[in-house]
């Protein structure tokens, strides 16, 4: 899709007007009248790619124009030292213009999506509960497959496998395709939430059977006390953990790699754990995986350092054993979810 263009006006700098050099192709066209009226012609072209990165110095006109698309220059961020300047320009054209604060950007994009996840989530599941009509889409399966509490350890995962891929995409552009698609997921599981309402409340093991003096049954009570039975179908757990990992391989294959079973234990563990039927995780996997498909994977990037390396993913672990370490020291005081 065509993209829209930023026109940036600044007076003339004072001195002599600076030279500029021109590619092996200029040189070949030798007039600058020439110059201009080929750029007019390939432009709109160029455009239509996502890959214009054009600078016109008109001497007739007191300012300076430049036309950038809008999303973020990889050269500095994912391309650093890669290639020769052939490669270098390649790169200028495709990821134009990288923010002055990537992190600064990056945190407010993660801020803004937790905080619609939070409240669309539980806003919802109010209004949800108040009406009390809800469907269930209880089956044989869903019978058969036992309550295993020691899932819980797995289901926790998905509470912050969608900040995995702030520690491992360090392309701009990719991170926030990446956003988009998540709030594209969140768009449509809000919207099947309130038009077709699941609750799992039938489904969920007896609340006063557990064992709530061991670490899993305390942990599966908590679970219970905190994400309601209702805004099931589909599992928005599976859908964010599914898209976290996809773009992880995109940004470099060996990350999505190790999150691979990662998403396959969380798929499983939100049906053992009783907290989802099996359907509400076979479509949130695939409306996770059509997010990816349609936004992540077909994301332009750099060949090389579109990822952090190895640090990234060893903070995010940190980061998750952080989670685990806090919630064992709530029950390590004797605190009791009721």
């Not at 007019?40 to 007739?60: A, Q, R």
Request: charged share 15%.
């Amino acid at each position: 899709p065509s993209l829209p263009l930023e026109t940036y006006l600044m007076p003339p700098a004072s001195g002599p007007e600076p030279t500029r050099t021109l590619s092996k192709v200029e040189e070949q066209d030798g007039d600058e009248g020439t110059l201009a009226k080929r750029r007019m012609f390939t432009w709109p072209s160029c455009l239509s790619g996502g890959l214009c990165h054009m600078s016109i110095k008109t001497p007739s006109l007191p300012f300076f124009i430049s036309l950038d698309p809008p999303f973020d220059k990889c050269e500095d961020k994912c391309g650093e030292g890669e290639g020769d300047a052939k490669s270098r320009g390649l790169l200028r054209g495709t990821f134009p213009s990288s923010h002055p604060h990537p992190l600064r950007e990056r945190f407010m994009l993660i801020g803004m999506i937790f905080l619609l996840f939070v409240g669309g989530y539980y806003g919802i599941g109010s209004v949800v509960k108040s009406h009390g009509r809800t469907h269930a889409l209880n089956t044989s399966l869903d019978d058969a497959i036992p309550f295993v509490p020691t899932f819980i350890f797995f289901y926790g995962w998905c509470y912050t496998a969608m900040f995995y891929p702030a520690f491992v995409i360090r392309c701009p552009y990719l991170f926030r395709r990446l956003c988009v698609a998540f709030m594209l997921v969140l768009s449509v599981c809000y919207t099947v939430w309130c038009a077709f309402p699941v609750s799992a409340a039938n489904l969920r093991y007896d609340s006063n059977a557990l064992d709530i003096n061991a670490f899993d049954g305390w942990c599966v009570s908590l679970n219970y006390k905190l994400d309601p039975p209702v805004n099931c179908f589909p599992s928005l757990h599976v859908a964010t953990a599914v898209l976290s990992g996809g773009s992880a391989w995109r940004a470099r294959p060996v990350f999505g790699y190790i999150a691979t079973p990662t998403v396959f234990v969380i798929t499983l563990a939100v049906v053992f754990v009783k907290q989802h039927f099996v359907a509400d995780a076979i479509v949130g996997f695939g409306l996770g995986v059509l997010a990816y498909y349609a936004l992540v994977h077909r994301a332009r990037t750099p060949a090389h350092n579109a990822a952090y390396s190895w640090w990234g993913p060893g903070l995010y672990l940190v980061l998750h054993c952080s989670v685990y370490l806090a919630v064992y020291v709530v029950f390590a005081t004797g605190w009791k979810p009721m």
